[in-house]
Each structure stands twice: as structure tokens, then as C-alpha cells.
């Protein structure tokens, strides 16, 4: 049997995310439900933002005694910021030998990443670290189970050249790790390739891939202020519609990997919610979506339905860029 990859992610943390209930607690949790599927490198990343000038006002150089203190501040609070995150990722369950150290200094200790845009500091990190995904956390005011993209969420899942993995608001995840991949999918090109990241996430876990499509109020993405006509026949009319679409996706998945279990599930509700709730999660549940149409190529960028799969997702969502 052929040994299995290794999964590079690089997790974004910043400072205070060690508190119980905050955003770093609910990736190390996912982290660590990852970890038992299959090894993983994991490197925390804290992005220290640069607030201080670079210069005098005049135009010259900042006061050297200035620079160096916050230059030490910035080791320090690195150094604190990362100790943090390594240490929740092993409360969490991730084996040590998961995690990187990611020490970047000539002294063998962590350097500060100090940037004016974290998001732009996070791309380069992980680019750096040669990492397959980024994870980020929610906003730590978010429904419990579900995903708010706070600003640098938002950010990234609307440019990261790299998929985004994003972490539920306290997740109920399951002790075996994940245990099934389900992939949102309606034959366009940027659907297609969230089924090739899918069916091979699948086939690494050795888990079944499942294959769902959503149908909020039959006609529309909203709801609406006037009744559709004949809705519960245009509803029958598009569910038959998504099984062929779900069918030629089962024959997709199975050309790229001949061997995988693949299932299919169609939700219909009301609104997102009652659609995606149609369908039944487990807790070993992993979510692929793909990105819209209308963001660069390679890159991540979710339109208003899949902004709409994040907010109601029960489980962990894998954002495929272009």
C-alpha cells in the first residue's frame, strides 16, 4: 500500500485566540480532527500588525530606540502568540510530531511576521510553507456550529490563491476523525474541480464521498414576496434535474478514482437553512464547495450561494479556489 501524503496547512492565529470558546480553540479542534485521518504538518501563523511609522514624520528615520523596543515587543508577543497556538493544537489531540515549529530567527526562535495587511502576510506564509490549505477560525460571536467570516476571513475567501478550510464556532466534530466528504456540486467548471479536490480528500482519508446539491425555495436563492406558481412541481422538476446532475458527478469522481464509495443527496427547504438541514451531517462530515465564476483564476472567491452554504454548514467547509 502506498504511504499516505502528508497535508501542509497552515493556520492562522492571532492574538488571543488561546481563550476557551475563541477562534484559535475551534481550528486546533479541527485540526486535531483532521490529524486523525491521516498526518498532517500543521504551522501556526500569527501576523503582527505593523501600527508604529517607519519613519519620522519629517521623512526620516524612525528614533532607533523606538524601533528597537518595538522591535522587541514584536518578538515577544510572537513568541507568547505562537506558544499559544502550539499549545492548543496539543490540548486539542494534535500529535506533537504534526506540528511545526516554523522558528524562522537566526537564533532558532520564532521571527515576527509584522505586516500592514495580514492578509497578504498570511498568502506569503503559506506559499512559503509550501502549505496545501489555510485554515481560519469564525468570529467568536457566531451561532455555535456555524461560520461568521470575520475581515480576514472575508479577505481570503475572496483572493487566496490557496483553498480555505474554515472552522465552525465551537464544532462538534467526530473522535474518528473525518469520516465522510461531501462536495456541493452542479456540473459548472469551478464545481468540477471542488469534486476533484473532494474525491481525492476522500480517497486519502479512505472515506466515502457524497455528492449533494441544494434547492432553496425551488426558483430562487431568496425568498420572495410573490408565491412561485406550480412550486411544488417546479421542486419535483428540479430534484429530478440535480440527480442527473449529481449522477454525472458520481461518473466524474469514479474516471478520476475508480475505487471510491460515492453517494448522493439532494436538500430542498424553504430557504438555505431548511435546505442544507434537509440533508443529514454527521459529525465526521467535511463540506467542499467551489469558488464563483467571477474571481480570478486560481483563486478562492465564494458568490452569494456559497456565502450562503458557510453561514449554514453543521460542518467544516473546504473552499477550493478556481
Known amino acids: ?10 493556520l492562522a492565529w492571532r492574538p488571543g485566540d488561546g481563550a476557551p470558546g475563541s477562534a484559535g480553540a475551534d481550528t486546533a479542534a479541527v485540526a486535531a480532527w483532521m490529524s486523525r485521518s491521516g498526518p498532517l504538518s500543521i504551522r501556526p501563523v500569527c501576523v503582527i500588525p505593523r501600527i508604529w511609522p517607519e519613519s519620522s514624520g519629517g521623512g526620516g528615520a524612525a528614533d532607533p530606540d523606538i524601533l528597537d523596543r ?9 513568541a507568547a502568540c505562537l506558544e499559544d497556538a502550539r499549545t492548543a493544537l496539543r490540548d486539542a489531540g ?7 515549529t516554523g522558528a524562522s530567527g537566526s537564533d532558532g526562535t520564532d521571527a515576527p511576521l509584522v505586516s500592514h495587511s495580514e492578509t497578504t502576510a498570511l498568502i506569503t506564509a503559506a506559499t512559503d510553507f509550501g502549505a496545501e490549505v489555510i485554515l481560519i477560525g469564525s468570529r467568536d460571536d457566531a451561532p455555535e456550529g456555524h461560520f461568521r467570516a ?9 483572493c487566496s490563491p490557496l483553498p480555505v ?4 464556532h465551537l464544532p462538534t466534530l467526530s473522535s474518528h476523525g473525518v469520516t465522510r466528504v461531501s462536495c456541493a456540486y452542479v456540473d459548472t467548471e469551478q ?30 436563492m431568496y425568498p420572495t414576496r410573490v408565491p412561485l406558481p406550480d412550486s411544488a412541481d417546479a421542486l419535483e ?26 453517494q448522493t443527496g439532494v436538500g430542498v427547504g424553504d430557504d438555505w437553512a431548511g435546505a442544507i438541514g434537509d440533508l443529514r451531517w454527521k459529525k465526521g462530515d467535511l463540506l467542499v464547495v467551489g469558488s464563483s465564476v467571477l474571481g480570478s483564476f486560481n483563486r478562492v ?22
Not at 494534535?94 to 511545526?100: F, K, N
Open 237 to 262: 422538476r428540479w430534484r429530478t434535474q440535480a440527480e442527473a446532475i449529481l449522477d454525472r458527478g458520481r461518473n466524474r469522481a469514479l474516471e478520476r478514482h475508480p475505487g471510491l464509495e460515492v
Open 1 to 10: 500500500m502506498a504511504a499516505v501524503s502528508t497535508t501542509r496547512i497552515l
Open 70 to 78: 518595538v522591535t522587541d515587543w514584536a518578538h515577544a508577543e510572537t
Open 94 to 100: 494534535v500529535p506533537e510530531g504534526y506540528i511545526d
Open 191 to 220: 464545481s468540477q474541480q471542488a469534486l476533484r479536490h473532494a474525491a481525492d480528500l476522500a480517497t486519502r482519508c479512505s472515506v466515502p464521498l457524497r455528492l449533494v446539491a441544494f434547492s432553496p425555495v425551488g426558483a430562487t
Open 301 to 322: 472567491f465564494i458568490g452569494p450561494s456559497t456565502n450562503q452554504i458557510l453561514r449554514h454548514s453543521p460542518a467544516p467547509v473546504f473552499v477550493s479556489a478556481v
Open 150 to 158: 470575520g475581515a480576514t476571513a472575508d479577505a481570503l475567501l475572496h
Open 165 to 168: 478550510l474554515v472552522a465552525p
